[in-house]
């Protein structure tokens, strides 16, 4: 059973503390207060410290892309538009798991904290796994460059997660430029210089693709419903890697 099936009103929400709990206690008191038929009165199932991590990264995803919405003052038709895209494109959430993350976005988009709230309890609960805090990263500016074009409130915002994260200005570009479709993005998504050896290319890649399976980075607090989006990072990695063997090939 996953940690959404073990939530009963906010006593989970309360458990996690910081902002992202209160954001917790609110939005998932509020849905079960609407559909109260998970558990019977009296049931309260705890979450294991993996469970935890899951429910700390799916809170925060959404209450962060939130924040990202309102970048600019205000939330418009197409900022939530491409939120809903990715819950259901790229997620492919449950009508269960959609209504949660839906409740949290709502919430969270009129809560007193801060983006940079939501991003420090973030880094916190995962700064030993530079994975998931580049997951993270890779999910706001998805999101953000739906629509193909990257705000400079949003810039700001996403910038200032990856200093929170510790993951510097170069990730950050190397990001960016995967989604701005750059001509060396194979190389930025390994992490490498084009003129990187094949030594090296070969060893970043084999580094990557043990760092990056989906299993390993379930293991690690990533939440079920986040599995898929796992999987194609996966492939992104396999699918750079062999462009660069490909295009590196005597002819």
């Given at each position: ?8 009103g ?6 996690l ?35 935890g ?14 924040k ?59 700064h ?21 074009h ?29 989604f ?26 084999r ?45």
């Amino acid at each position: 059973m996953s940690w959404i099936g073990k939530i009963v009103g906010g006593t989970i929400g309360l458990a996690l503390g910081g902002p992202l709990g209160a954001i917790a206690g609110a939005a998932f008191g509020h849905f079960f207060d609407k559909s109260n038929q998970l558990y019977l009165e009296g049931d309260r199932p705890s979450l294991s410290p993996i469970e935890g991590a899951q429910m700390t990264f799916f809170v925060a995803t959404f209450s962060m892309l939130a924040k990202l919405a309102r970048a600019d003052g205000q939330v418009t038709r197409e900022e939530v538009a491409a939120v809903e895209g990715f819950m259901q494109n790229e997620l492919r959430l449950s009508l269960q798991s959609r209504q949660m993350a839906s409740r949290i976005f709502e919430t969270a988009l009129n809560a007193p904290d801060s983006f940079e709230d939501y991003a420090r309890q973030f880094d916190a609960a995962f700064h030993g796994n530079p994975q998931l805090l580049e997951f993270m990263l890779d999910i706001l500016m998805r999101v953000a460059m739906a629509d193909g074009h990257l705000s400079s409130e949003e810039e700001k915002l996403i910038r200032r997660a990856a200093a929170i994260f510790g993951l510097g200005e170069q990730r950050f570009n190397d990001i960016r430029s995967h989604f701005s479709g750059a001509d060396d993005g194979a190389y930025r998504v390994l992490g490498l210089d084009p003129l990187a050896s094949d030594e090296e290319v070969k060893h970043r890649y084999r580094t990557l693709v043990k760092e990056y399976h989906p299993d390993r980075i379930a293991a690690k607090g990533l939440p079920e419903e986040f599995t898929r989006f796992a999987q194609d990072k996966f492939r992104e990695i396999q699918t750079a890697y062999e462009s660069i063997s490909k295009a590196r090939r005597p002819s």
